[in-house]
């Protein structure tokens, strides 16, 4: 699946709503309460778009260059601190989102 960076608000908008229309509701409230989030936690100012597109293909670069020995070692460990109670929910038993202080 590829992912179009779009350029404008509008198009951007326009996209989530598309997206957001074949979801489950339970899913369509999530997207929701995660929009607020990202509301109240805003970027940096000096953050520009260009540069999250940047860092965004950075980190795909580093992922697909990753051995994949070491990417199933993290994801092992990753899953041992789930299994361990080890982590925070992003979301609660009705799919509400949770913020961590």
């Given at each position: 699946m590829t992912t179009k960076i779009h350029q404008t608000?509008?198009?951007l908008v326009k996209a989530i709503t598309e997206i957001a229309s074949t979801m489950p509701l339970?899913?369509?409230v999530q997207l929701y309460q995660f929009a607020l989030f990202l509301k109240t936690h805003p970027?940096?100012?000096e953050e520009t778009f260009e540069?999250?597109?940047a860092d965004e293909a950075l980190w795909d670069e580093q992922f697909a260059n990753t051995d994949n020995d070491k990417l199933a070692a993290l994801v092992a460990t990753v899953e041992t601190e789930i299994d361990?109670?080890?982590t925070l929910p992003m979301f609660d038993?009705?799919?509400d989102f949770v913020e961590h202080r």
């Open positions: 608000q509008a198009e339970v899913r369509t970027l940096p100012i540069e999250i597109v361990e109670g080890n038993e009705q799919g």
